[in-house]
């Protein structure tokens, strides 16, 4: 069971704008920063949101964060078969002393 | 080019230990903190453990502590660790990551080191 709860699955057709929440608790963010990170089978992780927010360059406009009191959101929009892979949000929990990461979303496109 | 580069997975027996090292590159690895994140075989992403610059302060998962040791060498820019009392349930690929934080845009991973606990 993760700390941060996320669907562990979603899905869209090409061109559509699609929506991961990512739910979790005061002690992590709803006072601390939320990262997303996108993951392809067999590969590491690649940074795709850092503080709630901000896009690391090279990162298209396509995909966008928000937070919101205790749940945050990653939003990609003129979806495309490339989007395929797995999503995960990752925050400092201050009760843990840790980062904690969602259960991750497996995104389709249809 | 940043780069990190883990060695020391393999096979070991429950109540086994092994130590893992990770070889930074391409940026000055001693001014960060430094993670351990790993990946069971088809399960999510879990943060592990976490060291500051000068390997003063750690943090740990409930999950790993008091089994877990990370620690540094800034001289040889390596990051280490040490998992003793393995388990069946600590078998997975480990991560070690320079990860984003509040004050720092840098964020970069490993390509992971398979580690199996089994007899």
């Known amino acids: 069971q993760s700390v941060l709860t996320q669907p562990p699955s979603a899905s869209g057709t090409s061109g559509q704008r699609v929506t991961i929440s990512c739910s979790g608790s005061?002690?992590?963010?709803?006072?601390?920063?939320v990262y997303w990170y996108q993951q392809f089978p067999g590969t590491a992780p690649k940074l795709l949101i850092y503080r709630n927010n901000q896009r690391p360059s090279g990162v298209p406009d396509r995909f966008s964060g928000s937070k919101s009191g205790t749940s945050a959101s990653l939003a990609i929009s003129g979806l495309r078969s490339e989007d395929e892979a797995d999503y995960y949000c990752v925050a400092w929990d201050d009760s843990l002393s840790g980062r904690v990461f969602g259960g991750g979303t497996k995104l389709t496109v249809l | 080019e940043v780069q990190l580069v883990e060695s020391g997975g393999g096979l070991v027996q429950p109540g086994g230990s092994l130590r893992l090292s990770c070889a930074a590159s391409g940026f000055t690895f001693s001014s960060y903190w430094m993670h351990w994140v790993r990946q069971a075989p088809g399960k999510g992403l879990v943060w592990v453990s976490r060291?500051?610059?000068?390997?003063?302060?750690?943090n740990y998962a409930d999950s790993v502590k008091g089994r877990f040791t990370i620690s540094r060498d800034n001289a040889k820019n390596t990051l280490y660790l040490q998992m003793n009392s393995l388990r069946a349930e600590d078998t997975a690929v480990y991560y070690c990551?320079?990860?984003?934080?509040?004050?720092?845009?840098?964020?970069?991973w490993g390509q992971g080191t398979l580690v199996t606990v089994s007899s």
């Open positions: 990551a320079k990860l984003v934080g509040a004050t720092t845009e840098l964020d970069c």
């Open positions: 005061s002690s992590n963010i709803g006072s601390n920063n």
């Open positions: 060291i500051n610059n000068d390997g003063s302060t750690t």
